[in-house]
């Protein structure tokens, strides 16, 4: 009725949407290792495309939380500093995503190959020891900004991205946090008409956010409590291997005609 009828889903693609509005609070209010794992879950729960569109209004809407839990500890001069570069990597995204219309069948491994390569760069890091091992140089910042924009453009996955520049920062952790909300929360409004543009997000896309937006405050709130509680270095861990398997599946699943 008046076109606010919900769209037809199976019941394990509802349940993987909700789990992912929940992974979303949570990787903004305080758990930021959870945050890769939503998208190789949504895109193999849904069309691979269309799950950045269902993904981006759920982040975007925690980002708010996050913004306004902990504002006080942005570091701006970081933000500016990978500004610029990240809004060349969008509008390059942008390009790729509506001229070269990717099929299903290439995005699902495409997104698969950017969490398992961000993934493995961020094990190299933690290899390495020390973050400060990482160059600050201005190249670094435009090197990662410019690929954090190209990556949350293709698939909302620059997570690891900014995750692996604040360690070089060495920002304590509230400053790291409140730094990486506030970079989010310009990005992925900035996005928006983008996704709109090319039809990723649509009236069918929102509806099905809808329902999906109670499980966010639970993740926020979900989030604050655990930080307080669970070892960040351990649960990363659980994390990544979560994520690995998840996006080699996702990769693995084209060719078992999924």
Known sequence: MFGLSLPEYEIWQWAALCLCAVFAGMSKTGLPGLGILMVPLMAGAFAA???????????????????????????????????????????????????????????????????????????????????????????????????????????????????????????????FIGTSAWYFLILNYLKIPLFVYDGRITWESIRTDVVALPFILVGVAAGIWLLKRIPQKAFNVVVQILATLAAAWLIASVWMGK
């Open 49 to 175: 495309k269309a799950s950045t569109g269902m993904l981006l209004p759920l982040l975007a809407f925690a980002d708010l939380f996050a913004v306004g839990y902990y504002h006080r500890h942005a570091k701006w001069s970081h933000v500016l500093r990978l500004l610029p570069w990240a809004l060349a990597g969008i509008g390059a995204g942008f390009l790729i995503t509506y001229h070269v219309k990717i099929p299903d069948t290439l995005m699902k491994p495409l997104i698969g190959g950017i969490v398992l390569t961000l993934l493995a760069v961020n094990f190299w890091r933690q290899r390495r020891g020390d973050a400060m091992s990482i160059p600050a140089h201005w190249a670094f910042a435009a090197s990662l900004g410019f690929f954090a924009g190209l990556t949350t453009q293709l698939a909302n996955a620059a997570g690891p991205v900014m995750v692996l520049y604040l360690l070089a920062m060495r920002l304590p952790k509230h400053e």
